[in-house]
């Protein structure tokens, strides 16, 4: 369920496009079972769709969008084109009418579920090019970008709808998150590794949608050092017959120290109740100071997180870091400042800290400077 502050400040945002600009950028992801769709509303109030959910159960989308109380859709992007992403395109542009585009891989795909699809955008489709920009509120001082880093197998050779799907880094200022469909990463006789090639593109970001509903294909090593996500997002469905999320996806984003926020408890790994949050919708605000955004999970209270680059410290992760300025791991010959960006990769097994340097270790050097001045 959306809060109804929420819903009060998305309302004034709504009204506020073409008078004066909104104060926050707002992106959430929406809990449509086993499938994707995530909705971002601009400060200027343009609103995106991501991917609309699941065939044969479209409710789920409807009914959220029907509670941030939008009247259409300015912009669509799909990833690719299994019924779990484009399954519920006809009931959403019934209720909320696209003015502008939608942008996809082109070409074809057979089956009743893609046919409805290119019948219900009609000819606002547009095939999407590598490196394309989309401007959302272009006459404001800080603009939100929405940019294609790779489609159709980012130059590999490849049959595999999955691995054809579109990838779109949204930014807006110094924050940035992923929505790249079911891209893989692990080779074998059914997937090809597209994720290490795409990962240069898309650099640093603070949130990853992650790909594949977290399958055991999904999410490398390589796309993991070179994104560093602070944040996953799991949309996973409750029972369903692929076991998402895999247990080697999940023990990844662990250890890479990123924080998971799941849809559904889906019927794969187990959640760590110390490590993953099970919240329905997720809800992601995102402020005009380039510090930090706003994670609400379910109906529990936000969690803030501090933008890579910035400054800034919240909550627990503030007194912390404040009162114990070393972090080291107990395996490595290195030691961290404890705002040090690496930090996050050591496993909670081995994280120590101190007041003092470690004896016998040295400074990692590629600490900021800015984080220990």
Aim: glycine residues 10%; aromatic residues 8%; proline residues 5%.
């Amino acid at each position: 369920m959306v809060p109804f502050k929420r819903v009060s400040l998305l309302l004034s945002a709504a009204a506020l496009a073409g008078s004066a600009w909104a104060q926050s950028l707002h992106l959430d992801f929406i809990d449509v079972g086993q499938g994707d769709g995530a909705v971002l509303i601009s400060p200027g109030g343009e609103v995106v769709l991501f991917d609309d959910g699941r065939y044969k159960a479209c409710d789920k989308p409807v009914r959220f969008l029907h509670r941030l109380g939008i009247d259409h859709i300015d912009y669509l992007f799909i990833s690719h084109y299994h019924a779990d992403h484009i399954g519920c395109t006809k009931e959403v542009l019934e209720g909320f009418p696209l003015r502008k585009a939608v942008y996809d891989r082109g070409g074809s795909y057979p089956g009743g579920v893609y046919a409805a699809y290119v019948k219900a955008v009609g000819d606002l489709r547009h095939t999407a090019t590598k490196g394309q920009v989309i401007t959302l509120d272009p006459g404001s001082p800080k603009p939100v970008k929405i940019q294609i880093a790779a489609l159709d197998g980012n130059g590999v050779q490849t049959t595999n709808e999955n691995d054809l799907s579109l990838d779109a880094v949204i930014r807006y200022g110094k924050f940035a998150a992923e929505i790249g469909g079911d891209l893989s990463g692990v080779a074998t006789a059914d997937y090809l590794d597209i994720e290490s090639g795409v990962a240069p593109a898309v650099g640093q970001v603070e949130i990853y949608d992650v790909h594949h509903h977290c399958s055991r294909y999904s999410t490398n090593s390589t796309w993991l050092d070179v994104t560093r996500p602070k944040v996953g997002i799991v949309s996973v469905g409750d029972g369903n017959t692929y076991q998402h999320p895999a247990a080697e996806c999940v023990e990844r984003l662990h250890e890479a120290g990123v924080q998971l926020f799941w849809t559904e408890r889906g019927n794969g790994a187990e959640p760590d109740p110390s490590l993953d949050s099970v919240c329905g919708n997720i809800e992601v605000t995102v402020g005009p100071a380039d510090d930090y955004f706003s994670l609400t999970c379910g109906n529990s209270d936000p969690k803030t997180f501090a933008f890579w680059g910035s400054t800034a410290t919240t909550g627990a992760a503030a007194a912390t870091t404040a009162a114990v300025p070393y972090a080291w791991s107990n395996q490595s010959h290195v030691y961290h400042y404890a705002q040090c960006a690496d930090v996050r990769r050591i496993k909670a097994e081995n994280l120590e800290r101190g007041d003092t340097p470690p004896a016998g270790k040295t400074l990692h050097a590629g600490c900021p400077k800015a984080q220990h001045e």
